[in-house]
């Protein structure tokens, strides 16, 4: 099994910055993502990473704004969060695949953090 643990979330008025982290521990995972669920929302797709870091995936609603980074050595993925709009205000949860393909179908991650809320004040 692989746990994951998200952090970094909190309130920050629009326009300003916050960087999200998620742990991973447990069995070897390859490529890792990021998803966000508005309230009243369906899960929607943020932003992915391959295992080298070489190839990134994002949403055409924060590409330019959002960066997916990894550390293997630390088994960690962030997502630095710029230039943040109200619309940005959800829960956000990490996840992992063991296949090293950066996709933004969340049927294809088998393993998923327990969120961690992000608001953004206008």
């Known amino acids: 099994q692989v746990q994951l643990v998200e952090s970094g979330g909190g309130l920050v008025q629009a326009g300003g910055s916050l960087r999200l982290s998620c742990v991973a521990s447990?069995?070897?995972?390859?490529?890792m993502a990021w998803f966000r669920q508005g309230s009243g929302e369906e899960r929607e797709f943020v932003a992915a990473?391959?295992?080298?870091?070489?190839?990134?995936n994002y949403a055409n609603s924060v590409r330019g704004r959002f960066t997916i980074s990894r550390d293997n050595a630390k088994n960690t993925v962030y997502l630095q969060m710029n230039s943040l709009k109200p619309e940005d205000t959800a829960v956000y949860y990490c996840?992992?695949?063991?296949?090293?393909?950066?996709?933004?179908?969340?049927?294809?991650?088998?393993?998923w953090g327990r969120g961690t809320q992000v608001t953004v004040s206008s």
């Open positions: 447990g069995r070897s995972v390859i490529a």
């Open positions: 990473i391959s295992w080298s870091g070489g190839s990134t």
């Open positions: 996840a992992a695949d063991r296949s090293n393909i950066p996709r933004g179908e969340s049927r294809h991650y088998d393993y």
